[in-house]
């Protein structure tokens, strides 16, 4: 036992966002409509308790579609993917639903724009993630540059500076955005771009709140996955004003010589992360014998999105 005088802050909004809630329910009801297997390309979501238990019901994740069945019943993930993977898609003749979350279509959206008036596209974000290589491969012509820092601006090599456009990963830090951004300003004073617009709305009110509790907590406790870029970014946001912070997959990998009596712990929680891990958490602080736990004050999010035509009927209303 740690000390029942230590207290829990619970960090408000946190969890599910509605891109999240959005790509689950769609797997769920292609299992209703279709019945199983129903396959997704790559993970739904970065969080594995949620992969295990659509896996539970007969849900097939593949990472290339070469793996998928001619004809099968095909999801793409909530990270969107490039035009190349809905070319094959459609010519192996697989039934294609897409989850991509609305504001990843947007970024999309918006460097293809830029592309076809002729702009050369940078993208900040970190290479290799799905989103930014589905962000990449909806771009089909000129060239394309990766960006995840300050630094990697000044190494840049562009054809024309004057003809350069800059779009932005939803799930990044804020901050770390906002520095790359006055960065290629500097650098490139007519680059266009969106600003911080890129960011998804939860991204930003998750951080948000994190940037309020860390300066009245002792310690962070981020539950999320390890390969989710919005959780990373929430543990990097805690520390930022000196308190310790850990990314916690559940309640497994909490340690006991992080508490001590008296502390104030502050828990929140990934876009892709189920409120059932939170609550495990919080599960096990209470058998350290903790027993204050305070909630944030926040306005509630109330965005939700709307599924495709195919599986709207008979469709719960959730809002994140």
């Known amino acids: 036992m740690i000390n029942k005088r230590m207290e829990i802050i ?89 989850a991509t979350c609305p504001l990843v279509t947007k970024v999309h959206l918006q460097a293809q724009r830029y592309s076809a008036q002729g702009f050369e596209i940078i993208i900040i974000g970190h290479p290799g993630h799905p989103e930014i290589e589905g962000t990449r491969g909806r771009i089909r012509a000129g060239r394309v540059h990766v960006v995840s820092d300050a630094e990697e601006v000044q190494q840049l090599e562009v054809e024309d500076p004057r003809r350069l456009a800059y779009v932005t990963q939803t799930t990044l830090s804020v901050d770390d955005t906002r520095d790359v951004i006055t960065a290629l300003r500097q650098r490139f004073p007519l680059i266009r771009g969106p600003e911080l617009d890129g960011i998804c709305y939860a991204t930003q009110n998750r951080q948000n709140a994190v940037r309020r509790m860390s ?23 805690g520390e930022r004003p000196g308190a310790s912070a850990y990314l916690v997959q559940d309640a497994s990998e909490l340690d006991a010589s992080w508490f001590r009596p008296g502390m104030r712990v502050g828990i929140t929680a990934g876009a892709s992360t189920p409120e059932v891990l939170v609550q495990g958490v919080l599960s096990a602080l209470h058998g350290y014998g903790v027993k204050q736990v305070t909630e944030m004050d926040a306005e509630p999010e109330n965005i939700t999105f709307r599924l495709p035509t195919p599986l709207q009927k008979g469709r719960r209303q959730y809002s994140s």
Request: hydrophobic share 45%; net charge negative.
């Open 10 to 98: 619970l960090a408000q909004p946190r969890g599910f966002c509605a891109g999240v809630v959005r790509a689950i329910e769609i797997v769920e009801r292609a299992l209703e409509v279709y019945g199983p297997p129903v396959y997704v390309l790559h993970e739904i979501v970065h969080n594995q308790h949620v992969v295990e238990d659509l896996r539970s019901r007969g849900t097939v994740f593949v990472k290339m579609l070469a793996e998928v069945p001619k004809g099968a019943v095909t999801i793409f993930s909530a990270h969107g993917v490039a035009a190349a993977m809905v070319e094959e898609a459609a010519s192996r003749g697989l039934e294609i639903i897409d």
């Open 215 to 237: 300066t009245e907590v002792d310690l962070l406790l981020v539950v999320g996955a390890r390969n989710s870029s919005n959780s990373n970014r929430l543990r990097e946001v």
